[in-house]
């Protein structure tokens, strides 16, 4: 059992593989956060906490004159508002007479031997392979009849435990709920300094790292979405951690909405850690009988450094989030026409493309923006999935069905969360976009969002997109979402209570990714969002594989994916071969770079084929091989950064196999200077007592020699210049 209660019910040990963590109802019914850490035995840490009078600290009924113990200072799993605690609340009702104010305490406990389930949204789910075990903690408001259950799931062999939680109203009067995260804890004694993922659009998820003081660190999204400018994932970790060192705890959102993440030292200075749904615009009414569940949080621990941290959620996510046939089945190798063509496209251009790339090994083509409705340009159109014949010179099936006869599978781009005040579909039903009465909706990219809440969108949504995909044989859908929502208001009156919109937004999303899915469950979906803008674990349970970033320049790709490993599996990342000059940045790199650092994810191209050199298109085929000869050590393999935050002037990562009989190191030089110095990476994860021979110079040594000494270039690359190195098994 990896879930273990005391004999009096009241101690909590939660065990994986490597890390233990520990809570306990004291005998006032609170319940204590008292250990996060290495594995560990199960004896109870409560001693751990030492109480002072700290002054200005109030004291519970319950403490009567003891002024050492108060809910200001404890180690809380469920802080709670306006009973004594000043800190950072988790929950907060306002009661109907006016009043904010709750205080939980422990009642009782349950233990599942399986994973737990959150309605209407995605969480970590058992295989045959692997399944989970959940702790269900019952927590009683003292004061009125709500009810709150904390789930607590455990993964033992990968190292994982989940946070959530379902707020009840047993009361007799309706309540409101003004704030609901996915967990707290508070960390004692340590010192931490928090990484986080920053960015903006075609730039995300660069990592940033700062100490974790008084003053609040503090990260979110009031987007509608998780967000380009701030992922839902972050690491608290000790002082001078890096990759193979030092104490680390993750945290990674299993929602794709408005969501914040932060820490922050006390008075004592222990470290208040919380996730969940921003509480801005943020306001559930729940009658009697009403309930409210949280995302699902997902944490993992890893006393040996930032590698083994993301190892274990790459597997967490590859295995127990990603779904359907594409999850371990190889993905084919495509090329999308958007960098081609753009919008100034018919079939004659997109079978000319299809064409020169079956010729070079490509497995797939891509039709981007612009084959419905009215659409040349991105100011209309969307809304009316119904296809061009004008434009396409025919139906969407005979157009797939030529490429489908070219050995080609064949993929379409949708945009469903969106409408275009210029198409008929806003003409028939202006009132099933987010706009607020009597004001003019603001745009993003000239359109505006469509009210997910409603089921009648979302049924005419799922009607078109079937009918699409059954009538042409559609094999790969890229679902893309372009702008940031606001002017939230729904027309159903039912749906427009006060600050539920944002959180009933996603749960639509969610419903009509599911029953499409449930419809067309052989296709491969590919999440987007402007590219890395919903780039999240919950998205990921739909899609396995989401464009990173619409940025295609491979030396700002080098960034961009270097921030995506610290969680998510590289299986998921998009990542494509784009013409030069690059057309975001302007930049010109090798067209060997551009597919070394494509290999890095899943693979495939943005340009017109016919336009490259002879000598670019057995580039290609090379490429294409070199996807297929590695594709189980990027795609299952154990991946390490081999270069970190601080600034070098290469870039350097590699893949391991499970099985360490072979490895794959790629290094990108980023800066060139005069009077070069060498290029010395480290090399990770080679059995210590196997022999492996390097594709350089064929110099064979020991898995520990290679993993201390490293490794040298006894060449000089210049800038924006790659290599591949392979390690193999020697006999």
């Excluded at 890395?532 to 961009?560: E, H, K």
Aim: glycine share 8%; charged share 25%; aromatic share 10%.
């Amino acid at each position: 059992m990896a879930i273990k209660a005391s004999e009096n019910g009241r101690l909590f040990t939660l065990q994986t593989k490597d890390s233990s963590y520990q809570m306990f109802a004291d005998d006032k019914n609170v319940l204590l956060h008292l250990y996060y850490g290495e594995k560990i035995g199960e004896e109870n840490l409560s001693s751990l906490i030492f109480n002072t009078d700290m002054g200005f600290a109030g004291n519970p009924e319950e403490a009567g004159s003891d002024r050492t113990y108060s809910l200001d200072t404890l180690p809380q799993e469920v802080p709670s508002s306006g009973v004594g605690d000043y800190r950072d609340d988790m929950v907060r009702i306002r009661q109907v007479d006016g009043s904010c104010a709750a205080d939980f305490r422990f009642d009782s406990y349950e233990i599942l031997d399986h994973s737990y389930a959150v309605p209407g949204m995605p969480a970590l789910y058992d295989t045959e392979e692997e399944k989970g075990e959940t702790l269900v903690i019952t927590m009683k408001e003292k004061a009125s009849g709500v009810v709150l259950k904390l789930f607590y799931g455990v993964f033992e062999n990968e190292n994982v435990i989940t946070r959530a939680a379902r707020l009840e109203n047993h009361g007799e009067t309706a309540i409101e709920l003004e704030k609901m995260l996915s967990f707290s804890m508070d960390l004692m004694y340590e010192n931490y300094e928090m990484i986080y993922f920053s960015g903006r659009h075609a730039m995300e998820r660069t990592a940033e790292r700062i100490p974790v003081q008084h003053a609040k660190v503090e990260i979110g999204s009031i987007r509608g979405t998780s967000s380009h400018h701030y992922n839902p994932a972050v690491i608290l970790c000790e002082e001078g951690a890096d990759e193979t060192h030092g104490s680390c705890i993750g945290a990674c959102l299993v929602y794709s909405g408005n969501f914040v993440a932060a820490a922050q030292k006390d008075q004592k200075n222990q470290t208040r850690f919380q996730m969940g749904i921003h509480p801005a615009n943020f306001c559930f009414h729940l009658k009697k009988g009403e309930a409210f569940d949280t995302p699902q949080a997902i944490l993992s621990y890893s006393g040996s450094g930032l590698a083994k941290l993301s190892q274990q959620y790459h597997e967490i996510i590859r295995e127990h989030i990603c779904r359907g046939a594409y999850k371990h089945a190889e993905r084919p190798i495509l090329i999308n026409n958007w960098e081609a063509t753009y919008f100034d496209f018919n079939e004659e251009k997109i079978l000319k493309i299809a064409e020169q790339a079956q010729k070079l090994g490509i497995e797939m083509l891509v039709l981007d923006d612009g084959w419905f409705g009215k659409r040349d340009d991105d100011n209309s159109g969307l809304g009316d999935w119904f296809v061009n014949e004008k434009k396409m010179n025919g139906s969407m099936a005979q157009l797939a069905e030529k490429i489908h006869k070219m050995g080609m599978k064949f993929g379409l781009w949708f945009e469903p969360e969106m409408i275009s005040e210029d198409s008929d579909l806003y003409r028939a039903h202006p009132d099933w976009a987010f706009a607020v009465p009597g004001r003019v909706p603001n745009h993003g990219r000239n359109q505006l969002v469509l009210d997910m809440t409603r089921d009648d969108v979302r049924e005419y949504l799922l009607e078109r997109l079937t009918t699409i995909v059954h009538d042409a044989e559609i094999d790969y859908v890229k679902w893309d979402m372009n702008r940031s929502i606001c002017d939230i208001y729904s027309h159903v009156a039912a749906q427009n209570r006060n600050g539920e919109l944002y959180h009933r937004y996603v749960l639509g999303v969610y419903d009509l990714l599911e029953r499409f899915l449930a419809a067309c469950p052989d296709l491969l979906l590919e999440g987007c969002s402007g590219g890395g803008g919903r780039f999240d674990a919950g998205m990921m349970y739909y899609s396995p594989q989401i464009w990173c970033s619409d940025n295609t320049d491979a030396v700002n790709r080098l960034s961009i994916q270097y921030g995506s490993s610290f969680f998510y599996p590289i299986s998921t990342v998009g990542s494509h071969v784009s013409v030069c000059p690059n057309h975001q940045t302007g930049r010109v790199t090798p067209f060997k770079t551009r597919g070394d650092v494509a290999l890095a994810g899943s693979f495939g191209y943005e340009m017109d084929l016919n336009k490259i050199s002879d000598e670019e298109k057995e580039m290609v085929k090379e490429q294409v091989a070199a996807m297929h000869t590695y594709y189980d050590l990027t795609h299952e393999g154990l991946y390490y950064r081999l270069t970190g935050l601080k600034k070098q002037d290469f870039m350097a990562w590699e893949f391991v196999a499970k099985d360490q009989s072979r490895a794959l190191l790629t290094i990108v030089k980023t800066d060139a200077e005069g009077n070069m110095l060498p290029v010395h990476t480290k090399v990770c994860g080679l059995a210590e007592n196997k022999l492996y021979r390097c594709s350089l110079d064929g110099e064979i040594r020991s898995g520990r020699t290679w993993n201390r000494a490293g490794l040298t270039l006894h060449q000089v690359l210049k800038e924006y210049e790659s290599i591949r190195v392979e390690f193999t098994e020697a006999e």
